[in-house]
């Protein structure tokens, strides 16, 4: 399967602990994107990546999020102390640099 | 005001019936359109971009309307495999490079026998 894979694909964690979600785009997409769900929302923009370099970052992204692509292919998106509004579907997405983004099937977090 | 605006629906309609959707965006500076559909606790998955000229794919024609910032897709001889979210979506770059998709909350479809 050459799409966009993340993992884990459900992570339930209890509230103050740290998780770490990862992306493995397209193989040629020099493009990521981390993008968040809530229920009955449509995907909320979080963070982008050109390569390794991190271009946008959204406001959403507080202090306690943080994202890194170390070597311009797979990402990792790391949220510490999880709290219960953290809860929502982790959806990556990558592009070649055209308009179309491919998502990979999302991480659903669950923050007891 | 939203950044892109949808009914959320749902829209219940029998099979074979044809079926539109609407959708407003706030940014006249917005330069790429697109409908996503996302099945229930899957990921988006482009159905198609949206080109000023409007554009078809089969059954489905996306329209849009610079003017008014309106955006449609008409779902003709609706299927039950038709069935999902339809998510307007808008290129969140300004500037002209991609950037950023901005997605309403989606029209929920639902086609019965």
């Known amino acids: 399967d050459t799409g966009v894979s993340q993992d884990p694909r459900h992570k339930i964690t209890k509230r103050g602990q740290n998780v770490t979600f990862r992306c493995d785009p397209i193989?040629?997409?020099?493009?990521l994107y981390w993008y968040r769900q809530t229920l009955g929302q449509g995907p909320e923009f979080l963070t982008y990546?050109?390569?390794?370099?991190?271009?946008?970052k959204s406001r959403l992204l507080s202090d306690r999020f943080s994202a890194e692509r170390p070597k311009g292919s797979f990402s990792t998106l790391e949220i510490q102390r999880t709290e219960q509004g953290d809860s929502a579907m982790y959806l990556c997405?990558?592009?070649?640099?055209?308009?179309?983004?491919?998502f990979g099937p999302g991480t659903r977090l669950t923050v007891l | 005001r939203k950044e892109v605006e949808q009914d959320p629906g749902p829209f219940n309609v029998p099979e074979g019936a044809t079926v539109a959707f609407n959708c407003t965006y706030s940014?006249?500076?917005?330069?790429?359109f697109f409908w996503y559909r996302q099945d229930c606790r899957k990921e988006p998955k482009l159905l198609m971009s949206?080109?000023?000229s409007g554009n078809e794919d089969g059954r489905f024609t996306a329209q849009l309307n610079r003017a008014s910032q309106y955006i449609s897709l008409l779902i003709r001889d609706s299927k039950l495999s038709d069935s999902a979210t339809y998510l307007c979506?808008?290129?969140?770059?300004?500037?002209?490079?991609?950037?950023?998709?901005?997605f309403g909350k989606g029209t929920k479809l639902s086609v019965k026998p």
């Open positions: 990546f050109q390569n390794e370099a991190q271009l946008e």
């Open positions: 949206v080109y000023s």
């Open positions: 979506v808008v290129n969140g770059n300004y500037g002209g490079s991609q950037g950023n998709l901005i």
């Open positions: 940014n006249s500076a917005s330069q790429s």
């Open positions: 193989s040629e997409h020099n493009r």
């Open positions: 997405a990558s592009s070649t640099g055209t308009d179309t983004q491919y």
